[in-house]
Antibody, heavy 122, light 105 residues
Framework: QLQLVESGGGVVQPWGSLRLSCAAS????????MHWVRQAPGKWLEWVAT????????YYADSVKGRFTVSRDNPRNTLYLEMLGLRAEDTAVYFCAKDRDSGGYYDAFDYWGQGTLVTVSS | DIRMTQSPSTLSASVGDRVTITCRASQNIGSWVAWYQQKPGKAPKLLLY???TLENGVPSRFSGSGSGTEFTLTISSLQPDDSATYYCQQYNSWTFGRGTKVEIK
């Protein structure tokens, strides 16, 4: 059974840092691009970052570029999001999601984790 | 950046009604559009991809159409379980629409 489980969320002060993890199981993790998506309280979904299967390509939303870093550990089946310089507007539930395609292209997000809440507040 | 303008932001309809949600892209994105359903406190669920392909296990009352810049999600006969927020997404560069909240009258 395919599963994505996020962890690492919590309360952090402005300008602080946090690292989120997403543990994957039930599929061949190293074959798929992976994504981070966030949702501020009461708001819509916002794509945050994408990483290719071999980490050769990484993409970021303008709102997080230069502050967030997406990475992965394929032997450990784990996706990460390192967040630095956190701002109040980064407060959101962060979801990891799996790409549908395993053929080197990007596709829709077919499986999602349950999300982890990040709150940036003094 | 490609913007996805989704409408309406909310709609209220009765069980059995036909419901249509529209998404307009700021530039041509071919058929690279997906639709998701999200219920409160839950992760989004993929309904359709490539504009009109139904994901496995999704009821056939859901359908999608469009290409280029105009896309629609249709629920042919609204059911109580369809009360949720629906999002379009273009996966050329992954932006989402702002969602349509569907309420049952």
């Amino acid at each position: 059974q395919l599963q994505l489980v996020e962890s690492g969320g919590g309360v952090v002060q402005p300008w602080g840092s946090l690292r989120l993890s997403c543990a994957a199981s039930g599929f061949i993790f190293r074959d798929y691009s992976m994504h981070w998506v966030r949702q501020a309280p009461g708001k819509w979904l916002e794509w945050v970052a994408t990483i290719s299967p071999d980490e050769s390509n990484r993409y970021y939303a303008d709102s997080v570029k230069g502050r967030f870093t997406v990475s992965r550990d394929n032997p450990r089946n784990t996706l990460y999001l390192e967040m630095l310089g956190l701002r109040a507007e980064d407060t959101a539930v962060y979801f990891c999601a799996k790409d549908r395609d395993s053929g080197g292209y990007y596709d829709a997000f077919d499986y999602w984790g349950q999300g982890t809440l990040v709150t940036v507040s003094s | 950046d490609i913007r996805m303008t989704q409408s309406p932001s909310t709609l209220s309809a009765s069980v059995g009604d036909r419901v249509t949600i529209t998404c307009r892209a700021s530039q041509n994105i071919g058929s690279w559009v997906a639709w998701y359903q999200q219920k409160p406190g839950k992760a989004p669920k993929l309904l359709l991809y490539k504009a009109s392909t139904l994901e496995n296990g999704v009821p056939s009352r859901f359908s999608g159409s469009g290409s280029g810049t105009e896309f629609t999600l249709t629920i042919s006969s609204l059911q109580p379980d369809d009360s949720a927020t629906y999002y379009c997404q273009q996966y050329n560069s992954w932006t989402f629409g702002r969602g349509t909240k569907v309420e049952i009258k």
